[in-house]
């Protein structure tokens, strides 16, 4: 009735990745603190700005959207990168690194427009 499936071309597990050394996951965290440390601020900067509007008596509430809208944004182009598939078939802690040297760049760039601007 219905034909038969193909076997499989290996029927042996896949090999898993070797855990991740101290040293890599230092890497990734050292690498990762800049833009973190950025987005804090930025973070503040906007809530101070919207603290600031709100005592004015004008509504920060399309403000915060925009950043909030920025923010989702920005996470959604890194989940989309982290599981593309060339990056699938590195492991973990390269994906962070990777991730982290393109990523960068934006936050830091943004907060010294906005210490400089």
């Given at each position: 009735m219905f034909p038969a499936l193909p076997a499989p071309?290996?029927?042996a597990p896949a090999?898993?990745?070797?855990?991740?050394t101290t040293g890599q996951v230092l890497l990734?965290?050292?690498?990762?603190?800049?833009?973190?440390?950025a987005l804090f601020f930025l973070g503040f900067l906007v809530?101070?700005?919207?603290?600031?509007?709100?005592a004015s008596g004008e509504s920060p509430v399309s403000f915060l959207l925009g950043?909030?809208?920025?923010?989702?944004?920005?996470?959604?182009?890194?989940t989309g990168l982290y599981r593309s598939p060339?990056?699938?078939?590195m492991?973990?802690?390269?994906?962070?690194?990777?991730?982290?040297?393109?990523?960068w760049p934006f936050p830091v760039v943004?907060?010294?427009y906005a210490l400089n601007g």
């Open positions: 071309a290996s029927a090999p898993r990745p070797r855990p991740a990734v965290a050292l690498i990762w603190c800049v833009p973190l440390a809530l101070m700005v919207s603290v600031w509007s709100a950043a909030a809208g920025v923010l989702a944004a920005g996470a959604a182009v890194l060339p990056l699938r078939r492991t973990p802690m390269g994906r962070l690194a990777l991730l982290g040297a393109m990523v943004t907060l010294a």
